[in-house]
């Protein structure tokens, strides 16, 4: 066996036993769960070669909803997010849910600091309606499994956050080059999961990074702010390309 090969096997089964003694910690660890509640405002630019879409700065206005369960040793949440907008004869809306699970490999000795290391699953499909009488209408769904990271920061009453989520393997379905779809909502909603093909590191090249910063101001409620990049690139027979600079601001509410 070659040396690279032998330190790539070294590695991965040092960090499976770390993780695998993560779990067994986290599994009587404290925990924190918390509902978070954000709205937001984005500029997004989007280029969609199926319907000749070249648009830069859509303003678009976003709700987001997330429940964790963040202790020592592992974070867990469930999001989604909903975020719209309009540029022109063109509206844009885009779906976000998304379950992530990580385990702590990088902490202070006071837990000031922690960084998190795991994977999340997610779903984002995308529509985009071009036209006023004759709409024209286009999507670009994807379903993948990400490499996920999340680092926190605390002092006092204040966390500086950072998290990144990059997709790996997955789904994803575009419009087929000589059809055109119309037709009710339900409709679009079942085509926009037709034609499926399989994506990876070759075909789908995304990221989402968010920089948060929270400040408790009770024992069970935090504010934060945040700021988030997206940026997603579909190449399959027609480009999609989506980017994304938003900004948030919301509340968190801690469960007993």
């Known amino acids: 066996m070659t040396r690279p090969k032998v330190i ?3 590695t991965l089964t040092c960090l499976s036993v770390l993780l695998f003694f993560q779990h067994a ?3 009587n660890a404290p925990s924190i769960n918390l509902h978070s509640f954000t709205l937001g405002a984005s500029s997004v630019s989007i280029t969609d070669n199926y319907s000749d ?5 859509i303003r678009s206005a976003e709700l987001a909803y997330s429940y964790s369960s963040i202790s020592s040793y592992r974070k867990k949440s469930i999001s989604l997010t909903w975020n719209s907008g309009q540029a022109g004869n063109a509206k844009l809306n885009d ?7 990580a385990f702590s490999i990088i902490k202070s000795r006071n837990n000031g600091f922690n960084t998190y290391l795991g994977y999340a699953i997610s779903t984002n499909p995308v529509f985009i309606t071009n036209g006023n ?5 286009s999507w670009a769904t994807s379903t993948s499994l990400s490499a996920y990271s999340y680092s926190v920061y605390s002092w006092k009453s204040n966390s500086i956050s950072i998290d990144v ?3 790996v393997a997955g789904f ?8 055109v779809y119309g037709g009710n909502v339900n409709r679009l909603l079942y085509e926009s999961y037709d034609n499926l093909f399989f994506t990876s590191l070759h075909n789908l090249t995304a990221v989402v990074i968010a920089v948060q910063y929270s400040r408790q101001v009770s024992k069970r409620i935090s504010l934060h702010a945040a700021y988030q990049y997206q940026y997603k690139r579909l190449n399959d027979d027609n480009l ?6 938003g900004l948030r601001a919301g509340f968190s509410y801690q469960l007993k």
Do not use: C, M, W
Request: glycine share 2%; no cysteine.
């Open 172 to 179: 994803a379905s575009r419009p087929e080059n000589n059809k």
């Open 133 to 137: 009488e004759d709409k024209k209408y």
């Open 53 to 57: 879409l070249v648009l830069k700065g």
């Open 165 to 167: 989520s990059i997709p």
């Open 95 to 101: 779906f976000r849910a998304a379950y992530a699970d």
């Open 240 to 245: 999609f390309q989506q980017v994304s600079h």
């Open 25 to 27: 910690f986290a599994q």
């Open 8 to 10: 790539t096997k070294r």
